[in-house]
């Protein structure tokens, strides 16, 4: 299984929007509401934004949104802080009942 | 208020044993799946594996099948990550996680444990 393909980094200034992809294939993405997205800040355990494409857990402001066109899924952060500056990760079911993660996506408020 | 507790940090030589472990609580352990995730130096998070602790029933990554063995005591609401003959390439932050979300999707982490394996 190879990991989901989201890009290396984006970038963005305070009060912008920007949005981090992440692809996969029938298998993952393309064939299950499952993607849920993840932040993480160097050297701490990851926090879920994101969950079934496009749900927010209890606590996540509504400036992050979700959503999955094909075998794309997609993060949106509207209203851009610098305390979004972090790393971001896609998770996708996959049809081996496992799961699998994105190779990470750095983002930098400028 | 659910609580994933790791064990320490460890430091082993190539070729030696090692079993980690996360300690649960708050929520009922045996009827929620929980596994593993694995972070490289550096690099992405890795899908490990799952368990349900109820019957022990495990999920494994193709990628880590047969490398390494989750296993539950559901006595002591905690479950565990081992090696039997670690390699360099097994150094890395270690996370256990409660699956919360359909798909068994993660959604409490605990504070991860750092591998260190080296001679």
């Known amino acids: 299984q190879s990991a989901l393909t989201q890009p290396a980094s984006v970038s963005g200034s305070p009060g912008q929007s920007i949005t981090i992809s992440c692809t996969g294939t029938s298998s993952d993405v393309g064939g299950y509401n499952y993607v849920s997205w993840y932040q993480q800040y160097p050297g701490k355990a990851p926090k879920v934004m994101i969950f079934?494409?496009?749900n927010r857990p209890s606590g996540v402001p509504n400036r992050f949104s979700g959503s999955k066109s094909g075998n794309t899924a997609s993060l949106t952060i509207s209203g851009l802080q610098p305390e979004d500056e972090a790393e971001y990760y896609c998770?996708?079911?996959?049809?081996?009942?496992?799961?699998?993660f994105g190779g990470g996506t750095k983002l930098t408020v400028l | 208020e659910v609580q994933l507790v790791q064990s320490g940090g460890e430091v082993k030589k190539p070729g030696e044993s090692l079993k980690i472990s996360c300690k649960a609580s708050g929520y009922t352990f045996t009827t929620e799946w929980i596994g593993w995730v694995r972070q490289m130096p550096g690099k992405g998070l890795e899908w490990m594996g799952i368990?349900?602790?109820?019957?022990?029933?495990?999920k494994y990554s193709p990628s880590f099948q047969g490398q390494v063995t989750i296993s539950a005591d559901k006595s002591i609401s905690t479950v565990y990550l081992q090696w039997s003959s670690l390699k360099a390439s097994d150094t890395a932050l270690y996370f256990c996680a409660r699956v919360k979300y359909s798909g068994y999707a993660f959604g409490d982490w605990g504070q991860g444990t750092l591998v260190t394996v080296s001679s």
């Open positions: 079934d494409v496009n």
């Open positions: 368990i349900f602790p109820s019957d022990s029933d495990t």
């Open positions: 998770s996708s079911y996959t049809t081996s009942h496992t799961r699998l």
